[in-house]
């Protein structure tokens, strides 16, 4: 068959459902090849968010999100979401276009070498010159790119290679099996489980993948250990959960901080030091951990593991709460389960609870930044789907949006690329059509990628996109004024965002008070087929608390 033909027939055969992005000329045949095919292919106003919504795409559900460009700068728009893929261990694939494989080797219309610019942003990369080789090729990028630590992967395919033909047939995926621990391991594990007298499960990203989150709750349920998570793994444990310290990584000002640093074990389990380092928690190498992830530690200073457990997250979790309850069946002295709560951990779970409901019912407006999140949370199911973007609102999400349920409240927090939350939105509606997914962006982020609301008018998609206003890269103002008292290049100002969505087809909202904002949430809801965008000033003087927790008792 044609090799754009060869080429569908492989995504098909690795159960690709969507593919985000731009035509091109150079990627013609393969857009031609996809009118046969089940594949939907979701058109973007820019290949950034093209990479964005595969990114969430292999977030929230347990295929590759895939990507697709044109040679040039529809390859260098990719680069941003793939990196920002790559970096949170998103499962992506990006395809790129490229010019005719005999012009390569000299100057030739929109040529660039994008195997080498897409090596250091993804796991593998390879340009298919070969038709026959298609179907190895795809398959290794699957593979590679599901393997943990999962992130993202390129293939290029140039425009004569697509035209040529080939017999080869594609490759039927098989399924794999993780390896399991050593029982040596296991035991020595719960040796240090046994004997700790404040012990806390540090949740990481690893454990958003998969059905990690059932495994950990159950064994933290059996064990009674207290748990906190990074902010890319919130809701692998409910908030509502009294030994869930939620979550840690706002370096100087974090109630979980202080948890970390009286526990005398830290069982960190698929965690990622891409988010948050271990210097933050360990910086007087005293504590003792059990490292528990797919992957073995990454080699650092601060994190020097006593036990270290590469193997299938789900199956190390049963397997050492086995041994624990075999240790307490040979020994009824042993302190197992943890029956109280140590009174550090509880007073932490009792400050946090209280700061994230101070200013529920604060009316005053700007408003404050506790009383929106509180109300976005009060208006959603548990289920329904929060994709932050990045700036100060972030850490206000990571800091008070409680979450109860896995990949539900998705904050990027490795590469942290603005301009993601609404091109994620429309993904999660896409996966989701009967969630409620609200994207929560700053005015600064929210215009990096505001051609989308096209995009989701067109596929009458209801999704909400809530912009915290202050007229500047919010972030940024807080830590140059806490380092230099000043702050430089961060003012902007805004477009009228009621007649901005308007003029997409979108529905608008201005808020005028904070009373305001859960009636006109309310109404958002309502909406079955078009965008609804809410503006909204927000109080950002309270950003000192992110920097300084004793700024307000």
Known sequence: MKSSDLFVKCLENEDVEYIFGLPGEENSDFCISLLNSKIKFILVRQ??????????????????????????????????????ANMDRSRVLAITGQTDSHLLHKESHQNMDAITLFKPITKWNWSIRNPNNIPEIIRRAFKISLEEKSGATHIELP??????????????????????????????????????????????????????????????????????????????VSDRSERHLQTIGIKQSDHALIAMKGADLVIAIGYDLVEYSPKNWNSDLTKKIIHIDFTSAEVDTYYPPAVEIDADVEN???????????????????DFPKKEIPDLFKQIKQQVVERI?????????????????????A??????????????????????????????????????????SLPGAIASQLVFPDKKIVAMCGDGSFLMNVQEIETAVRLNLPIIVIVWCDGGYGLITL??????????????????????????????YKVNSSEEFPKILEEAKQSRDKPVIIAID?????????????FEK
């Open 479 to 508: 830590k140059e004024m806490d380092e230099y008292g000043k702050d430089a290049f961060t003012r902007f100002t805004n477009p009228d965002f009621v007649k901005l969505a308007q003029s997409f087809g979108a529905i608008g």
């Open 316 to 334: 190390t979790i049963d397997v050492i709460l086995e041994q624990l309850e075999k240790e307490k069946s040979e020994n009824p002295t042993v």
């Open 538 to 550: 927000v109080d950002y003087s309270r950003n000192k608390l992110l920097l300084h927790d004793d």
């Open 47 to 84: 290949e950034q968010s093209a990479a964005f919504m595969a990114d969430v795409y292999g977030r929230i559900t347990p295929k590759v999100g895939v990507c697709l460009a044109t040679l040039g700068p529809g390859a260098t728009n990719l680069t941003t979401g793939i990196a920002n």
């Open 159 to 236: 425009q004569d290679v697509a035209k040529r033909e080939s017999e080869i047939l594609p490759i039927i995926p098989t399924p794999t099996i993780r390896p399991i621990p050593h029982p040596s391991l296991v035991k020595k594990a719960a040796k240090m489980i046994l004997e700790s007298k404040m012990p806390l499960v540090l949740v990481g990203n690893g454990c958003i993948r998969e059905n990690a989150s059932k495994h950990i709750r159950r064994f933290l349920k059996k064990t009674g250990i207290c748990s906190m998570n990074t902010f890319m793994a919130k809701g692998v």
């Open 357 to 377: 409901e101070r200013h529920r019912n604060d009316n005053s407006f700007p408003i404050q930044p506790e009383n929106l999140v509180t109300d976005v949370r």
């Open 379 to 420: 208006s959603l199911n548990d289920d329904d789907i929060v994709i932050s973007d990045v700036g100060a609102h972030k850490m206000w999400i990571a800091k008070t949006y409680n979450t109860f349920e896995p990949n539900t409240c998705l904050i990027p927090n490795g590469f942290c690329s603005m301009g993601f």
